[in-house]
């Protein structure tokens, strides 16, 4: 039986893009989901998605994450 991935997106603030702007979480994020929040650090994020399995894809100021469960 197949299973779908988990994949989180993360769009940059406009006014700072340093910080998460919005954020859509389809499947499981954990254990990073304290990081995932409107106005947080996108490099706190990034860190934690790419410490527990996540793989990524970024264009401008949107990026894609995903694993395979």
Do not use: H, W
Request: proline share 4%; net charge positive.
């Amino acid at each position: 039986m197949s299973r779908f991935p988990d994949v989180v997106i993360i769009v940059r603030s406009k006014k700072n893009f340093a910080n998460i702007g919005k954020v859509r979480i389809i499947g499981s994020a954990s254990p990073c989901l304290s990081t995932l929040r409107v106005g947080a650090p996108v490099k706190d994020a990034v860190l934690c998605l790419l410490k527990n399995g996540f793989l990524i894809t970024e264009q401008k100021n949107i990026g894609v994450f995903f694993r395979i469960r």
